[in-house]
C-alpha cells in the first residue's frame, strides 16, 4: 500500500509539474483536481465491488440467495455508489474552500 501510494504521489506531482511549466498554474490546478477525483472514482468503484463480492462470498449457497442479490444490486452499483461519494468529497472539499477564502479575507 505505502508503493502505491508513493507511485500515485509521484504521478500527480510529475503531472503536476508538467502542466505548470507548459500551461497556466489555474489548469494546471483543474487539471490535476480532474486527475485525482478520475483515480479516486476508480478505486472506490473498486473497494465498492471487493466489498460486495465479500459479502456475497458470505452468503448461502443456493440458487434463491444469487438471484436475489442479482436483483437488489444492478451490475453498475458500485460505479453509481462511487460516482455519489466522490461527488459529495467534491462538494465537501468545495465548500471547505469557500470557507477558508472567507476567513483568509478578514486577515488582511
Same mark, same amino acid.
Given at each position: 500500500?505505502p508503493?502505491?501510494?508513493?507511485?500515485? *504521489?509521484?504521478?500527480?506531482?510529475?503531472?503536476?509539474?508538467?502542466?505548470a511549466? @507548459? *500551461?497556466?498554474?489555474?489548469? =494546471? %490546478?483543474?487539471?490535476? =483536481?480532474? =486527475?485525482?477525483?478520475? *483515480?479516486?472514482t476508480?478505486a472506490?468503484?473498486?473497494?465498492?465491488?471487493?466489498?460486495?463480492?465479500?459479502?456475497?462470498? &458470505?452468503?448461502p449457497?443456493? &440458487?434463491?440467495?444469487?438471484?436475489?442479490?442479482? %436483483?437488489?444490486?444492478?451490475d !453498475?452499483?458500485?460505479?453509481?455508489?462511487?460516482?455519489v461519494?466522490?461527488?459529495?468529497?467534491?462538494? @465537501?472539499?468545495?465548500?471547505? !474552500? *469557500?470557507? !477558508? %477564502?472567507r %476567513? =483568509? &479575507?478578514?486577515?488582511t
Amino acid at each position: 500500500m505505502p508503493l502505491l501510494a508513493g507511485l500515485l *504521489v509521484s504521478l500527480f506531482a510529475g503531472l503536476a509539474e508538467f502542466l505548470a511549466k @507548459y *500551461v497556466t498554474k489555474k489548469t =494546471a %490546478l483543474i487539471g490535476a =483536481a480532474i =486527475a485525482t477525483f478520475a *483515480v479516486l472514482t476508480v478505486a472506490m468503484w473498486g473497494a465498492m465491488t471487493l466489498a460486495l463480492v465479500g459479502v456475497s462470498m &458470505s452468503f448461502p449457497g443456493g &440458487s434463491a440467495v444469487t438471484t436475489g442479490v442479482w %436483483l437488489m444490486v444492478p451490475d !453498475n452499483g458500485p460505479a453509481c455508489l462511487s460516482a455519489v461519494l466522490a461527488m459529495d468529497t467534491a462538494a @465537501y472539499l468545495y465548500r471547505w !474552500n *469557500v470557507e !477558508n %477564502l472567507r %476567513l =483568509a &479575507s478578514y486577515v488582511t
